[in-house]
């Protein structure tokens, strides 16, 4: 079973009680039990060993029978810059990069994207994108859900780099391999992986990100689609960084 994330304000001394959206979820979809164990995990990346000891219809308190503390990273966070991709595929990639443990998600307003984002529509749409990514945070036992941000043109990010290493992922121009850059250690450090649209990136755009010293780099000699370079491309570095493999 996943370990769900929770706020430490729900702990009361040896208790631990579940409101809201993941009460009604552990009861009406995953039928939870009065004696069964959890996995919650909270925010100062704690994770407690619970049982169910009563379920009432707004809330569903457990014991606590363990508690473990999370490892202290080590290693830079991993910010995904998306070209918002048409259809599922960017839940998918959401949902992919969240399993495989990168801390912010940015969607990106590219100038060959089919997708444009509706005004009215963009809040849900990240509450959408979030709820997805925290979803397979859990399932995957993360010890923390990444932040998924409003989508944002992809001119505005190009032109303010924030991360320590921005890896400009581009075809066909010259490149380096992704697997031989040197990637930044510190933990405090941050490493952005920046996937194009189904379209590619316009010339403007690359010249941006040459400008800002982005780092062109390349998964190799054939050409992926968007979704699948963002999830080779990303665990190719969360492997040189020493979270997988």
């Keep these: 079973m996943p370990a769900f994330f929770i706020s430490s304000s729900d702990i009361r001394g040896a208790e631990l009680a579940l409101t809201g959206e993941l009460c009604h979820h552990l009861r009406a979809s995953l039928r939870v039990k009065a004696g069964e164990l ?5 925010e100062r990346r704690r994770r407690y060993h619970v049982r169910v000891t009563l379920l ?3 809330a569903l308190t457990t014991e606590i029978l363990e508690c473990r ?3 202290a990273e080590t290693a830079p966070s991993v910010l995904l810059a998306q070209a918002l991709l048409k259809g599922d595929h960017m839940d998918w990639v959401v949902q992919k990069a969240s399993e495989l443990g990168v801390r912010t998600i940015l969607p990106l307003i590219s100038r060959h994207g089919v997708v444009r984002p509706q005004p009215d529509r963009i809040a849900a749409q990240v509450a959408r994108w979030q709820r997805i990514a925290t979803e397979a945070a859990q399932q995957s036992e993360q010890w923390e859900p990444p932040q ?7 001119r505005r990010f190009l032109s303010n780099p924030t991360s320590t290493l921005s890896l400009f992922l581009a075809e066909r121009q010259d490149t380096v391999s992704l ?3 040197p990637l930044p250690s ?3 450090e941050t490493v952005a992986v920046i996937i194009g649209p189904e379209g590619g990136w316009a010339e403007e ?3 941006q990100a040459a400008a800002q010293n982005f780092l062109a780099v390349s998964l190799g000699e054939h050409i992926l689609r968007a979704d699948t370079a963002a999830v080779t491309a990303l ?11």
Aim: proline share 8%; charged share 20%; no cysteine.
């Design 69 to 71: 503390e999370g490892p």
């Design 186 to 188: 510190l933990p405090t």
């Design 38 to 42: 959890l996995w919650l995990t909270d």
């Design 179 to 181: 697997a031989n850059v």
């Design 56 to 58: 009432a219809q707004q």
């Design 235 to 245: 665990s190719i570095v969360q492997s040189r960084l020493g979270r997988l493999g």
């Design 205 to 207: 755009e690359r010249s």
């Design 148 to 154: 998924v941000l409003a989508p944002m043109e992809s």
